[in-house]
């Protein structure tokens, strides 16, 4: 398969060695190295294809099942082309994937020596219940009444580096198969109890020869199902000392040529899994299916059919989280007090213009939002549906009444459409009053600015004491 390059900063690998796979494509040792970069994107890539497979939209040629996940060397644009056909930018989901890869690589750099960050030194339980707080905080996050969906980012940032480093530095592959193990399901998950490890007495690694690139294909002894993994030189966890000289068994070590030991205690060798070259893993011929198994893994991280991300907090914020959303909101805001009554009828007819501009076609937006503002402020209602024939019906069915001064409440509304609105929307503000409510702007200003959207006010006249009318209207934009 492959490589997918990404221009990221390398985290902590030029500085000391990695303790995993490598975590991107600048820190490879061998060309055809899988690392936490691509594991990462192809896993979320395949994922996101599933979903899309299930959410066929009109320009999707093909969107059957199979069509999208197995497309070849997947990315973020062949998927997008695919799936909207060429019409709908990948811009913001590879933002959500990179942001996904910068806080897996960064567990590197800020847990470097501490071997439970990397089920490094048997500490299989304890890298364990790291992944399981990681998870449930992430849930929590997710499913709160506001997400932050930049916390959860980093939260699965961080539990995809302990997943993914699970089949690089443990046993497991080896344990269930090796060329045809499986993904260990229970990982990560709280109430799911996973196999046990080694205890302190038992030996779990035969030394295999003093030379980094030596065969160690059959180096692992530890007996029945009894989950290890090597120990790594400058961790927390220190392997225990045999003198290789004497002894041939012992701990596994981590292996490679900056692990000292792996040579200076017994057993000599290692079993780690990152790389393809022989110098670097002592188990480098289980290097693509360690791969293999955590891009299977990372993928059913999201759409499992009962531990998936997806399935507990909902598509909606499925797709939040990712930011996959093809389009945005299409914002109404619209005066119906008394002063409107002439023009209400062009405004309903064109608002229902711009909504029949893209009903149907791959610029759609995501959703549509109503908001009528009216005199007093307490009278503003929001209204929001994914249906285009409900917002025609909501405008048809608009009628203004009150507001017996001139001033109005607009910027009210303009705050009630900006809250709801997704980032990177049109809003359109129907009215022909001043505000009533000025101390507003500097609040509805920054809003606006935060989630970068576009407000386009369609003025229908200036309302004073005496009502002047005009029979069309005047659109003026606001940058």
């Known amino acids: 398969m492959a490589r997918i390059w990404l221009s990221l900063l390398v985290l902590g690998c030029f500085q000391r060695d990695t303790l995993c796979f490598l975590p991107n494509p600048f820190s490879a040792i061998d060309t055809n190295d899988y690392t936490h970069t691509d594991i990462t994107e192809i896993g979320v890539l395949k994922a996101v294809a599933k979903f899309f497979e299930e959410n066929a939209v009109q320009a999707c040629r093909n969107c059957s099942n199979g069509a999208l996940t197995g497309l070849p060397d997947i990315t973020a644009r062949r998927l997008y082309d695919q799936y909207y056909g060429g019409q709908v930018s990948e811009k913001r989901f590879q933002e959500a994937i990179d942001d996904l890869v910068k806080h897996n690589n960064k567990v590197d750099q800020d847990h470097y020596s501490e071997a439970a960050w990397h089920f490094n030194g048997e500490q299989i339980k304890e890298s364990n219940a790291k992944m399981q707080t990681l998870r449930d ?34 046993n497991w592959v080896e344990m269930s198969g090796g ?15 996973i196999m046990a490890a080694a205890p302190p007495s038992i030996d779990t690694c035969r030394s295999c020869g003093g030379t980094y690139s030596s065969d160690c294909q059959n180096n692992l002894i530890v007996a029945g199902n009894l989950l290890t993994s090597g120990y790594k030189s400058g961790q927390d966890v220190v392997k225990p000392a045999k003198n290789p000289g004497s002894v041939a068994e012992g701990k596994c070590s981590h292996g490679g040529p900056r692990d000292s030991s792996a040579t200076s205690s ?42 998936g991300l997806r399935k507990l907090v909902g598509d909606d914020k499925f797709q939040d989280l990712l930011q996959i959303r093809s389009g945005n909101s299409l914002v109404f805001v619209i ?9 209400i009828a062009a405004v309903q007819n064109k608002t229902a213009e711009i909504v029949s501009e893209t009903k149907g ?3 759609a937006p995501y959703n549509y939002i109503l908001v009528t503002f009216n005199d007093p402020g307490n009278e503003t209602t929001v209204q929001k549906t994914t249906n285009p024939d409900d917002i025609q019906r909501w405008l048809a069915a608009i009628q203004v009444h009150g507001g017996d001064d001139c001033p109005e409440f607009s910027l009210t509304g303009i705050q009630a459409a900006s809250t709801v609105a997704m980032p990177n929307s049109n809003v359109f503000v129907f009215t022909d009053a001043t505000p009533k409510d000025p101390q507003k702007i500097n609040y509805i200003t920054s809003l606006i600015t935060e989630k970068k959207l576009r407000v386009q006010f369609l ?9 002047v009318s005009h029979d069309h209207i005047h659109p003026r934009n606001v940058d």
């Open 361 to 363: 076609t791959p610029n």
């Open 137 to 170: 905080t992430l849930l929590n996050t997710l499913n709160s009444s506001n997400p932050n969906f930049d916390a959860a980012r980093e939260l699965i940032g961080q539990y995809l580096h302990l997943l993914q480093m699970f089949y690089s530095n443990t």
């Open 335 to 343: 005066d119906t007090t008394g002063s409107m009554g002439k023009d």
């Open 459 to 467: 003025v229908t006249g200036s309302c004073t004491r005496k009502r």
């Open 179 to 193: 060329q045809t193990a499986v993904i260990y399901q229970p990982l990560g998950i709280s109430g799911l109890p």
């Open 266 to 307: 017994a057993a000599v060798g290692g079993i780690n899994k990152d790389s393809m070259d022989t110098t670097y893993s002592p188990h480098h011929h289980l290097h693509e299916k360690a791969a293999e198994l955590a891009i299977d893994h990372t993928r059913l991280f999201f759409e499992d059919p009962t531990y």
